[in-house]
């Protein structure tokens, strides 16, 4: 197409006729050579006539598109890409085998620009093509909670009867008078079951109580995922551990219905192999649990919330590289001092009237993600942990309490006679 050859007769001609002048231009040079152009991308007829009407010849004329500098640019963009390239008709044929995705792509754009829209891919992208992506939840949650309280009562006794009063935060039951004789029976009770100390002094008819609290917790909570999911470059891959929850919804014709919403350990991704291990994440992941401590009431259901761990985002990196893709360090702090009016001010003395209550929760998450280049193996060399753990026999069992064997056959059996220097596989004991 666009280029023009000259054809040599070996008789002389009278008449020269094309059957689709659309394809091909035709000219006489002379009354044995023909000048031929190609204009447009197909098959047409060339009609030679001698003098007195004979048929000299029908030539066949095919006429392609020129991709003699697409094949030279192709090699100058992507030298040693085994890419084979041929024309169908007026398009481009590509085959072969390439070492990426982005190099395929690369060979396609080009071949847009030299024939839009009439490309045929029959390209093939070699090495591995199948990402296993490993991802870690670590969460961390720390709480320390510090309480110190303090009670004061006082009881006067007399003859003919007794009084008595209490001052401070202490929840305690103040002096009781009984009898003529004077005796003053004091009953403390703390707000917590422990830490809690009293005592009373007593001056003439005048009884004096103090109860001291003192409450100190701490907590953590270390909470750990690691999913694993393997899927083909530029394919989908979903994973869930945990369940489903019901929540009733109003469908609007005054019914209720019932939904299910997932929770657990969720994980999305979409790798694609950019070029050799270079890999490209589309990555959703989260972790949640039902919270008890958070609900409402709908009707006769009580629906519980959710806490819910959630990343979504988009990473390039190489095989066995890993990336941090999200983290959350979170420090509430909250302090509470009650006390009673002016005599919680009195220096010292002051703390037998006041109550302080101090809590602290730290909360510390990441989720770290690696991609692996993966290729099947034989299924002899991977072991489950079922195939670590044999069902005991009757006579294991009864006689020897056995409620477990062990096996040493089948997966197990032949990791177990590989030689490993490091942990392997998922293996419960």
Known sequence: MNRAVV???DVAFSELSIANPGIADISTLSDRSIYVLGKAPGRTTLTLLSADGQLISN???HVTPDIAEFKERLQQILPGENIEVRTA??????SGQVSSTAKLDRALDLANRYAPDRVSNLMVVGGTQQVMLKVRFAEMQRSVSKELDTGLSFTGVGTSGGVSGAL???DFVAGQAIGDAGSVVNTLQGRNAGGGIGFGIGIGDVQLNVLLEALETKGMVRTLAEPNLTALSGQEAKFL????YPIPVDDGDGSVTVEYKPFGVELNFTPTVV?????????NAAVSSIDSTVGISVGTFTVNGFKRRETSTTVEMRDGQSFAIAGLLQDDFRDLTGQVPWLGDVPILGALFRSADYQRNQSELVIIVTPHLVTPVSGEALSLPTDRVR?????????FGTVAGSANEGAAGEVARQDFSTSYGYVME
């Open 168 to 170: 401070g935060n202490g």
């Open 241 to 244: 551990a945990g369940g489903e």
């Open 89 to 94: 008709n007026d398009g481009i044929v590509l």
């Open 275 to 283: 070029d050799g291990d270079i890999i490209n994440l589309v990555i």
């Open 59 to 61: 030539v066949d004329v």
């Open 391 to 399: 069902i005991p026999t009757e006579r294991e069992l009864f006689l």
């Open 7 to 9: 054809v040599e007769s």
